[in-house]
């Protein structure tokens, strides 16, 4: 059960990640306060998550 619980923990942390970039990017076109360095932090952010969650599904 932990192990269920570990995947479904790390698959919302990857979701969470997906709406804060997408919201970012979008957020981009409006507003001047967005940096490049913003779009990166949160790109790198969605990826680290995303390799998380594969390697908890067994996806080297």
Known sequence: MAD????????QEHID????HKTLLEKL????????????????NLIITFDEYMKIIGIP
């Open 17 to 20: 990640a997906i709406e804060t």
């Open 29 to 44: 076109g409006e507003d001047s306060n967005i940096t490049m360095g913003d779009i990166k932090n949160s790109l790198d």
């Open 4 to 11: 269920q619980e570990l995947k479904k923990n790390k698959y």
